[in-house]
């Protein structure tokens, strides 16, 4: 089984901070990693995605995420965030076919 | 293409009511999905489809939900006896077969009253 731990709820930061937002996630099998960010009343909208390779992915809008196997976390980082960056982030993992993903993460950008 | 469209975006119905849903994929795309959202929660996974065969459901896709996908292009989701813990945001998806990342749709909105 599959499951997607977001650790923080919540996360205001002032406009050009850096920001990380934290994913771990559980399997007993070999998953890919997607971060995707959702604005109000709108669908997903992919950000980026870990399927082999380099651990350091990088994505749209300035993100990027790391993976690590040994800690089994796809933490996503933006070295200085924008207004337009708030929304909700949610990490996903899937086996190959359906995604699992985790609660979100509300990334506030104060000015 | 402008990527996957669902209709309506917005249904409110009152408990008991059947209610139907559509979702169009990206043209290229072989596989199609459907996830249910929650106020607060992330997309939970419900059904999908390789071209017309529907290949898994989750133990969330009670009976009174059935998906279609009858020609591998658009797809429906019907809830029949619509409850109130039926309200969430419905959301499809659509991927290749060859790529692993899915395109989400715009979600439809489902109050039930």
């Known amino acids: 089984a599959q499951s997607v731990t977001q650790l923080d709820s919540q996360v205001p930061v002032f406009e050009e901070a850096p920001v990380e937002l934290r994913c771990n996630y559980s399997?007993?099998?070999?998953?890919?990693l997607f971060w995707y960010v959702q604005y109000p009343n709108q669908g997903l909208q992919l950000l980026l995605k870990?399927?082999?390779?380099?651990?350091l992915v990088k994505g749209i809008n300035g993100f990027e995420a790391e993976f690590n196997k040994s800690q089994t976390s796809f933490h996503l980082r933006k070295p200085s965030v924008h207004i337009s960056d708030t929304a909700e982030y949610f990490c996903?993992?899937?086996?190959?076919?359906?995604?699992?993903f985790g609660t979100g993460t509300s990334l506030t950008v104060i000015p | 293409d402008t990527g996957v469209s669902q209709d309506p975006r917005h249904k409110i119905t009152k408990r008991g009511q059947n209610v139907t849903f559509r979702c169009d994929p990206i043209?290229?795309?072989?596989?199609l999905y459907w996830y249910r959202q929650t106020l607060g929660q992330g997309p939970e996974f419900l059904t999908y489809f390789q071209n017309e065969a529907q290949l898994e459901k989750s133990r969330l896709l009670s009976d009174r939900f059935s998906a279609e996908r009858p020609k591998g292009s658009f797809s429906t989701l019907e809830i029949q006896r619509t409850e109130q813990g039926d309200s969430a945001m419905y959301l499809c998806a659509s991927s290749s077969s060859e790529a692993y990342e899915q395109y989400f749709g715009p979600g439809t909105r489902l109050t039930v009253t």
């Open positions: 043209s290229e795309h072989n596989r």
């Open positions: 996903a993992v899937s086996p190959g076919n359906q995604f699992y």
């Open positions: 870990y399927l082999s390779g380099s651990t």
């Open positions: 399997s007993s099998v070999s998953v890919y």
